[in-house]
Every structure is written in C-alpha cells, then in structure tokens.
C-alpha cells in the first residue's frame, strides 16, 4: 500500500511569505500529526487531526495552521514566514488516535526560509 | 510542564547491548512509544507499551513502569544500522486532553 505522501518534498521561500504543504495519509487512516524538525530539537508537535476535527495543537504562534479534509488529507499552512521557520515539517498518519496503532511518517517538506 | 527526558547521545561497539532511558515528568500519561530515525529518513515506528512491563521484537525490547513514569528501549546484538536517532513519545494526561508528547532523542552510535 502507498505510504503518507508529503508534498512538496523542497521548498524555499522568502521571509514573510506564506506556504502550504500537503499531506496525504495511508488509505484508510483518519489521524494526521504534523510535526516540525530541526537539528537539535527534536520533533516538535505541531498539530494532531482526527476525523477532521483538530484534537490537539503544540506551543506555536498562531502563524501556523492546519487543517483536515474528509478524505483525510491534511494541510498545514504558514504566514509571515520567519528565518526560524526553516526546518524539516514532518505529518504522521495512523489509524486511530492512540499511540498502540503507530505513526507512520511521511518523508517530510524541507522548507527553507531566506 | 510536561516532558519526557532522554540521554542526548549514546555510543556502543557491535553486538554489544544498549539501553535507553525515557522518564516521563507527570504522571498520567498513557502509553509509551519508540520510533527509530536514520540520518535523512522519516522516523518509524518500533515498539508501543500500553501496559507495565516488557515487550520483545526481535533484537528490540521495550519496557514500561507507569508508576515510576519510566520506561526504556533496550537494544541487543547491535549492529551498525542501528546506528540512528530513537524518540520516546507518551501521550499525556487527559488534563492535557492527551496531547502527544515526545522526546529530544538519543542519538546512538554503533562502533566497529
């Protein structure tokens, strides 16, 4: 079966711009966790969607939002892009919201701000 | 607040046995999981705990104290592919309406 499905795999844009990046989870999977990395700190919790509704979210500005759509694909959005932003994003589907199911990854949006 | 510590690195030589800690500072979290990341890769999943005690995969076991908030990825046999990051992840209390929480990561570097 097709792993999550992250698009697009480079990105670079310039500070306060804006982006979108795409999710497409395992058939059949309806929970979606985005996640930021960068060297150092780990994976950063982003957001974590279930059914499209949003069941959690991380300590990020409010420049950072997400949404889920019935298919279960997910998007991520950031504005006003900032230098610190440049990171690797990562989404994660599963097929509940407990952890005893397992996160897949995708390959991840390496985003780079200038 | 809620975290979870793990050693930042790890260093070991071939078929040599490791262990990596997960301490969990509040208690009432649910579960515990390990994920592996090798340099340029996506993390995947290894092992999940649910309940006090140890499981085996293989060279992988994983284990889990949720009265001491405490649980550990032990590594057995190792080779060099295991050479890679591993993240311990919870999923916190229902204060916290169960948000998911995960560790820096240890890095391990398996020698010759």
């Known amino acids: 079966k097709a792993g999550v499905t992250q698009t697009p795999r480079y990105l670079i844009k310039t500070r306060g711009q804006q982006v979108t990046l795409s999710c497409s989870p395992i058939?059949?999977?309806?929970?979606v966790s985005w996640y930021q990395q960068t060297p150092g700190q780990g994976l950063q919790f982003l957001f974590e969607y279930f059914s499209e509704t949003q069941r959690n979210k991380g300590n990020f500005p409010g420049r950072f939002s997400g949404r889920q759509f019935s298919n279960s694909r997910s998007e991520m959005n950031v504005s006003t892009l900032e230098l610190g932003d440049s990171a690797l994003y990562l989404c994660a589907s599963s097929l509940g919201s407990t952890l005893n199911y397992g996160y897949t990854f995708g390959s991840g949006t390496r985003l780079t701000v200038v | 607040g809620q975290s979870l510590e793990q050693p930042s690195e790890v260093t070991a030589v071939e078929g040599a046995i490791v262990q990596i800690n997960c301490t969990y500072q509040?208690?009432?979290?649910?579960?515990l999981s390990w994920y592996q990341q090798h340099d340029g890769g996506a993390p995947t999943f290894l092992s999940y705990n649910g309940l006090d005690g140890l499981e085996e995969t293989g060279r992988f076991s994983s284990f889990l104290s949720r009265s001491d908030s405490y649980g550990y990825l032990l590594l057995q046999e190792l080779q060099m592919k295991d050479s890679a990051s591993y993240f311990c992840a919870v999923r916190g209390p229902r204060r916290s309406n169960r948000k998911l929480i995960w560790g820096l990561g240890t890095s391990l570097a398996v020698n010759p």
């Open positions: 058939s059949g999977h309806r929970s």
């Open positions: 509040t208690s009432g979290f649910y579960g």
